[in-house]
């Protein structure tokens, strides 16, 4: 397997936690994400992945597969254990539900093709983008903190097992804990990110900082 990637991304940091815990390795392919010349803006990736992001996952047999979320859960089939989805379709249904939370409705307002829209269409400057990061990362962590909390009974989000809502919390939290955000402002978050620090597989796959 082949990952398209690049180490700042959150996305990127979901499936490498995952192949790490799944104990599979993907050959890295390494594209830029910043600035308006990165990788991702040009025809040569685009004509990889149409959506010009990362992580892609480019399988054995030569079909790719993007949306971390996607990749997550091919590798979750190819390789069942250990499982990152919980025993009931309920539990599945509520670990799917805290991953699209973060995945679809907090990353997907901050990504660096957000920051330069916003530029360039509309003339933010940095402050102003910060500005806006701010608030949907402590809207959106606020309400994954509640979601976590209505029905938490395990050590991590969904059950006692890491798995893939843990996958999606933990790179947004390292990357909510950057901008300065507390985690202790969400108690369950803190607790379950303090666990996940401890995990191998998540701590070497965090997400990079931005330089
Ligand atoms: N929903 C996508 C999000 C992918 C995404 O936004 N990736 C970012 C890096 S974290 C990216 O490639 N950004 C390129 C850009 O914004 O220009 C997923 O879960 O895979």
């Known amino acids: 397997m082949k990952l398209y990637q690049n180490e700042i991304s959150s996305a990127t940091s979901r499936v490498r936690i995952a192949l790490t815990l799944k104990g599979l390795t993907a050959e890295a392919l390494p594209v830029t994400i910043l600035g308006e010349e990165a990788e991702s803006r040009q025809a040569g990736y685009r004509s990889v992945n149409p959506q010009g992001l990362v992580p892609a996952l480019l399988t054995d047999s030569g079909v790719l597969v993007t949306q971390s979320l996607a990749i997550v859960e091919y590798l979750d089939e190819i390789r069942p254990e250990p499982p990152l989805l919980p025993d009931t379709a309920e539990d599945r249904a509520r670990a799917r539900s805290i991953a699209l939370a973060i995945a ?4 997907a307002l901050l990504p660096p093709r957000i920051g330069l829209h916003l530029k360039t269409a509309f003339k933010a400057d940095a402050d102003a983008v910060a500005a806006w990061s701010r608030h949907w990362v402590g809207e959106g962590m606020a309400a994954v903190e509640t979601m976590i909390a209505g029905r938490r009974r395990g050590a991590f989000a969904v059950s006692d097992q890491p798995g893939i809502a ?6 947004q939290a390292i990357s909510a804990r950057r901008m300065g955000f507390d985690l202790a402002r969400w108690p369950n978050i803190a607790e379950i990110v303090g666990r996940l620090e ?8 965090a997400p990079a900082p931005r330089k």
Do not use: K
Not at 104 to 107: F, L, V
């Open 198 to 205: 401890a995990i191998p597989a998540f701590q070497e796959n």
């Open 166 to 171: 843990d996958i999606f919390l933990f790179p």
């Open 104 to 107: 679809a409705e907090i990353h």
